[in-house]
Nanobody, 114 residues
Framework: QVQLVESGGGLVQPGGSLRLSCAAS????????MNWYRQAPGKQRELVAG???????NYADSVKGRFTISRDNAKNTVYLQMNSLKSEDTAVYYC????????WGQGTQVTVSS
């Protein structure tokens, strides 16, 4: 089972940027589809962005044009570049490998506030 560790969260003003990283253990990282989810207080966890093992990406409508997911298989790491952040992006962001029944990281808090 792959293990995931997120980093890069924090407090940022509206309009600002953050880059989240997710480091994965294991030599089979490159075979996994990787996802970023988020969960805001009182809301369900939702898919933000995903990237397949082949590099195809998909995004939630709410983040299209602002967020970019990428992966570096040599570093066993997946990234989420978040630009033009809004207050509604405030949430705990989770890295996921292999879908809902797969592996999850511990989460990293992103707070967008002035």
């Amino acid at each position: 089972q792959v293990q995931l560790v997120e980093s890069g969260g924090g407090l940022v003003q509206p309009g600002g940027s953050l880059r989240l990283s997710c480091a994965a253990s294991g030599s089979i990282f490159r075979f996994y589809a990787m996802n970023w989810y988020r969960q805001a207080p009182g809301k369900q966890r939702e898919l933000v962005a995903g990237i397949t093992s082949g590099g195809s990406t998909n995004y939630a409508d709410s983040v299209k044009g602002r967020f970019t997911i990428s992966r570096d298989n040599a570093k066993n790491t997946v990234y989420l570049q978040m630009n033009s952040l809004k207050s509604e992006d405030t949430a705990v962001y989770y890295c996921n490998a292999g879908g809902w029944a797969g592996a999850w990281g511990q989460g990293t808090q992103v707070t967008v506030s002035s």
